[in-house]
């Protein structure tokens, strides 16, 4: 009541509907200059990436990605959820994926110079093993037979009994999951393409540890994840990471034999990416330095090919010319692997297309999201066979649709529905 009284009753309120009422976690006064902020959260297995947005006006303050700090017990969900199964685990992985979120509001405030109390909302996006690390669910369930998952719609959870850094009466809101392979990362995507409101059937791939597919419209959406990720995650080969400095991402044949590489940033290279990886791919079949299988042809590879633990390696930067000091080259084993994760991708478009009797070739808009489709080169996607053969206009990248679903729903109270 007194600070209604002392802004002579113009104010400011923020509301947030819980199941079904409305709660008022914060009020100001409507000429008040300090920030009213929200945070928005793709909660990643390896990254966590954050948006701070002004909630009266939208405009984005700043953006950061942190380091996900639960890589530190294992690179990959399944390790963690193991880990988690162990005495203090669960809350272990809790208060790491606090911690990590808390870096990165560190991190946004100093940038945006506000203070981390005034964020009075936030939404957080992540895969369903994520999300029951984060708010120290049992995961266990989620690696097992029938696979089912603790909760699926978590809502709205006190930000201070996660442990975050924020205003003590903020509210986070967690996307719900639909089961144990679709999470509120896959949810936050589709409602940042829109997917759910179009009138005309559209498809909607998300490549990460998995390779997530959803095809559909207003009226109806079907869905299908498999393994096709982890060669493109970095999990391909030794060169294998993710996109940064020094990570080739383009990858050039000449017709007279040379390799040109570029690299993120035009720095001295130190591994490859994985559009890096699909590009190399489809320069060498081009080239002819592979058959329709992917195997390396030592005669056509202008003397790069070695032998080596009984497997055919092909060198792509010397050891004096990479960051490393060691030598860049790529295996026939990795190449196999892609060939299966690429395989695996086109088979999860066929099967789901087939399902409602349609064929790739009939739809007319296939959003990519994530990295994989701000930096994949949709050419060599197709020339590889990853990617169906449409006129490339009808691919829209999405950019990381997770962190862009989130901030919707920070300023479009609509998107709740």
């Known amino acids: 009541p007194g600070r209604v ?75 963690r959820i193991h880990h988690g199964q162990e005495e203090g685990g669960r809350d272990e ?49 989620l690696i097992r037979e029938p696979y089912i998952p603790a909760a699926n719609q978590p809502g709205m959870v006190r930000a201070r009994d996660l442990g975050l850094a924020i205003h003590r009466r903020a509210r986070a809101l967690v996307f719900p999951n639909v089961g144990s392979y679709f999470g509120g990362d896959l949810i936050a995507g589709i409602l ?56 080739i991402d383009r990858v050039r044949i000449g017709a007279d034999g040379h390799l040109e590489l570029g690299t993120i940033g035009g720095e001295p290279p ?42 055919l390696h092909l060198e792509l930067v010397p050891a004096a010319a990479s960051a490393t000091g060691e030598t860049l080259s790529i295996s026939q084993a990795d190449l196999d692997s892609l060939m299966r994760s690429k395989a695996a991708m086109y088979t999860i478009l066929e099967t789901l297309t087939g399902q409602v009797g349609l064929t790739p070739e009939q739809l007319e808009t296939f959003f990519v999201a994530g990295t994989f489709g701000c930096f994949i080169d949709p050419d060599a996607a197709v020339t590889i066979g990853m990617l169906p053969d449409l006129p490339r206009e009808r691919y829209r990248p999405l950019g990381n649709s997770a962190l862009g679903g989130a901030v919707r729903l920070l300023s479009d109270a609509s998107a709740q529905d």
Do not use: K
Not at 200 to 211: F, M, R, S, W
């Open 270 to 311: 130190r591994g490859i990416c994985g559009s890096g990886v699909i590009d190399l791919a489809a320069q060498l079949f081009l080239s002819g330095w592979v058959d329709i299988r992917g195997r390396l042809l030592p005669e056509r590879c202008d003397g790069r090919c070695r032998e080596s633990g009984g497997l």
């Open 5 to 79: 009284r002392a802004a002579d009753y113009r104010v400011d309120c923020l509301l947030v509907e819980d199941r079904g009422h409305w709660v008022l976690t914060h009020v100001a006064a409507a000429d008040e200059p300090a920030a009213l902020t929200g945070l928005a959260v793709d909660l990643g297995t390896t990254r966590i990436a954050a948006r701070l947005v002004d909630l009266r006006s939208g405009e984005t303050l700043a953006e950061t990605a942190e380091d996900n700090p639960q890589i530190g017990v294992g690179p990959d969900v399944l390790v």
């Open 192 to 247: 940042f393409a829109g997917l759910h409101r179009r009138e005309e059937t559209a498809i909607l791939v998300d490549v990460g540890t998995n390779a997530e597919v959803v095809l559909g419209n207003r009226d109806w959406m079907i869905a299908c994840a498999g393994a096709a990720g982890p060669a493109l995650e970095g999990g391909m080969s030794r060169m294998g990471m993710m996109a940064g400095p020094g990570v």
């Open 93 to 141: 992985l809790q208060r790491l994926a606090a911690a990590g979120i808390n870096r990165a509001v560190e991190a946004l405030c100093t940038r945006a110079a506000v203070a981390p109390d005034a964020i009075v909302l936030m939404t957080v996006a992540g895969n369903t093993a994520m999300t029951h690390l984060f708010l120290g669910l049992e995961a266990r369930w």
